[in-house]
């Protein structure tokens, strides 16, 4: 040990004022039996605060308690009561008069300076260390909902792969037919929409080519006719929601495909009034 620097660290005095952790009053017991220098140093400081303690005080008269047992013992007098207040006024004079300056030694300059600056570096880093925190906290939380975002967007890419791959599959298959549908309105001559039917596998998917937005309430529904007969084969969206090819019921037999306008969710019969599109299947 370097015994002259642990002697000028201040350990000494945070020891001796109290302000010293378990470990470093360990370590100076250890280096007060191993080193006399240490011991010295620290009977020196132990000096120094005694010295303070004893400076700061204020004896009292030296005849304030002979006075005290006195009035204790006698009845109150005038007599005494000039007494008493004669000690009080000797006692404040006593307190006015100047005392002499007190010498604290460097090490508790030293010592207070360090305790200040401890307490000015842990609010620093306290603030610091709380807005580093906010900080990435809120990259953190964006990066989920990054990660949320991009995880809903591939499950809609993958949906839209493994229907691509079922529309190829299909078409792929000498039972599919293709049924174009043509507007039967003269208010929206453009409106078009394609069936693809594999009557094999009775599976139908929709293609929407062009059609007028519906109101919030209603719904387009595709109907398979058969000798007259309308079956329902399902309601279907449009605009953004249309994109790609929609999976259809499933139909058996049919010789027109056609689509109506009905409230939301559908009607058992269609209206006929409310027909956009129909297709005649091909034999």
Known sequence: MDVQRYISSGIIESVVAGLATDPEVRELQAAVEQYPEVKAAADAAQQDMERYVTMQSVPPPVDLKDRIYQALNNEATPETAHAGGAAAEEYAAYEEEPREPVRVSVAWCYIAAAVAIGLIVSIVFNV???????????????????????????????????????????????????????????????????????????EVYLSVNSLPEPAADQQYQLWAIVNNRPIDAGVFDTGDKA???????????????????????????PTLTAMHVIGKVSG
């Open 128 to 202: 610091t260390y709380r807005n580093s925190l906010n900080e990435w906290k809120g990259k953190y939380e964006a990066l989920v909902t990054d990660q949320q975002s991009l995880t809903k967007q591939n499950e809609v890419f993958q949906t839209r792969i493994a229907q691509s791959e079922e529309m190829v599959s299909m078409l792929s298959s000498p039972s599919v037919k293709k049924v174009m549908m043509s507007t039967t309105r003269r208010d929206h001559p453009g409106s078009k929409a394609i069936v693809f039917w594999n009557a094999s596998s009775q």
């Open 243 to 269: 994109k790609g090819f929609q999976k259809m019921k499933g139909i058996a037999t049919a010789q027109y495909f056609a689509v109506t306008l009905e409230k939301k969710g559908g009607n058992p019969t």
